[in-house]
């Protein structure tokens, strides 16, 4: 029973489409976010939500919107794909002990 | 602002020798957690190892270990015998007792040569 499961693993698509990745949690955390991996590998902060409730927004272009019907679920909607774009999407549930990560979306814009 | 800091982006190790990653921290929390995750091609995100800050003794998991300085700030991970499927990128992390913000180093990556 995988404790965040992330959807879809790849996405390929066209510049100027609209797409959404998934996040569902089962592990009664409050706080999830999403990280943007560039191919430097360095893993940045895009949104935190605690309880559905926004905590942290990053410097992040309003082409991404983060929506969170329910503490469990956490998705990342993009508007009008760019280029830059392209990286892999990480998916993560926090409890005050560890990180549990979903297994990532690479998105590539063409 | 707390930011984690890891200053080798690249490391590499003989197969069973010793190697330490390197990563400091900033944050003006008393309590806090520290980590360190490994990332194998496969991207998928692994947690190593765990340190409480509240615990003076140094964090081990089989042949992993911390060396955790609070005052300095400095949270190094040692891999003993190093072996091929330890090459990864290595990743510090950190977060506050009050677990709303989980910061992540720049990345460590390591070769383990055969």
């Not at chain 1, 905590?55 to 009008?80: G, Q, W």
């Not at chain 1, 794909?81 to 814009?109: I, K, N």
Request: glycine fraction near 4%; hydrophobic fraction near 35%; aromatic fraction near 12%.
């Amino acid at each position: 029973d995988t404790a965040v499961s992330q959807t879809p693993k790849y996405l390929v698509t066209q510049m100027g489409n609209d797409k959404s990745i998934k996040c569902e949690q089962n592990l009664g955390h409050d706080t999830m976010y999403w990280y943007k991996q560039d191919s430097k590998k360095f893993l940045k902060i895009m949104f935190s939500y605690n309880n559905k409730e926004l905590i942290i927004n990053e410097t992040v272009p309003n082409r991404f919107s983060p929506k969170s019907p329910d503490k469990a679920h956490l998705n990342l909607h993009i508007n009008s794909l760019e280029l830059g774009d392209s990286a892999v999407y990480f998916c993560a549930s926090v409890g005050y002990t560890e990180a549990f990560f979903g297994q990532g979306t690479r998105l590539t814009v063409v | 602002a707390q930011t984690v800091t890891q200053s080798q982006p690249e490391m590499s190790v003989q197969e069973a020798e010793t190697v330490t990653l390197s990563c400091t921290y900033d944050t003006s929390e008393s309590d806090y957690y520290l980590f360190w995750y490994k990332q194998p091609p496969s991207r998928q995100m692994i947690l190593v190892i765990r340190q409480e800050a509240y615990k003076q003794q140094n964090a081990t998991e089989n042949r992993f270990s911390v060396n955790f300085q609070k005052a300095a700030k400095s949270f190094s991970l040692k891999i003993s015998d190093s072996q091929l499927g330890d090459a990864a990128m290595y990743f510090c992390a950190y977060i506050p007792n009050t677990g709303n913000q989980f910061y992540f180093g720049t990345g460590t990556s390591l070769t383990v040569i055969p």
